[in-house]
């Protein structure tokens, strides 16, 4: 399984572009790339997926380079509520690779005014 | 449609009691994980189940752990003889199919005294 690494925490101030990248060196050709968000208390909610060049939905952007050794959450204009751990995850949750996602420590990400 | 449910929210045992987690997945969703979370950890992969099937139990421990996913009813995870190191919050993710996005449920912080 791909081991990911990220930063440990960021800060922001309210309504900054928040970049957060993901190492993932080892990734396979079946691997995709997810985001998840979790605030205290709460169990990890899914933020974006990709698998290669540029995903971009509702809330976030996700930048892959053309290698996939790594990976950019982009998080537009960020707010308070944003506040939260971010967790960069790899896998291919199929029986190629093994079911085991283990998520990192991740990056916990702070927003002030 | 209701999202993955997890009960209890807050479960107190003493040492050498026995601790049941109940995950009902959102409907539809016949692929469960359970997770484990220490305070400031990442969530620690433990099992992976399909309905009245264990297919990767490699992040569980050997002894005391043990989990189902009947074929009808929650997935239930169960500790026995808890100790102290349990202590923790356990997250539930069901998904529709392998490679779709994890929904988790709001979690069991389980605490042994």
């Known amino acids: 399984l791909a081991k990911t690494t990220q930063p440990i925490s960021m800060d922001s101030y309210e309504g900054q572009e928040v970049n957060i990248t993901c190492s993932h060196n080892n990734i396979a050709t079946n691997d995709y790339i997810t985001w998840y968000q979790q605030f205290p208390s709460q169990g990890p909610r899914f933020i974006i997926q990709?698998?290669?060049t540029k995903v971009t939905n509702e809330v976030a952007s996700l930048f892959i380079p053309a290698d996939r050794k790594s990976s950019t959450l982009s998080l537009p204009r960020v707010s308070l509520s944003d506040t939260a751990v971010y967790y960069c995850l790899v896998g291919d949750n199929g029986s190629n690779s093994g079911y085991a996602l283990n998520f990192g420590k991740g990056t916990s990400l702070l927003v002030t005014p | 449609n209701a999202g993955v449910m997890q009960n209890p929210r807050h479960l107190v045992r003493r040492r050498g009691q026995e601790a049941r987690l109940r995950c009902s997945p959102m409907k539809g969703h016949s692929h469960v994980y359970w997770y484990r979370q220490l305070p400031e950890e990442g969530l620690k992969f433990m099992v992976y189940l399909q309905k009245e099937n264990i297919i990767d139990e490699s992040g569980m421990p050997k002894e005391r752990f043990s989990a189902e996913f009947p074929k009808e009813g929650p997935s239930i995870l169960r500790i026995q003889q808890v100790v102290r190191g349990d202590s923790a919050a356990y997250f539930c993710a069901s998904l529709r199919r392998l490679n779709e996005k994890l929904f988790f449920g709001s979690g069991t912080q389980l605490s042994v005294l």
């Open positions: 990709g698998y290669k």
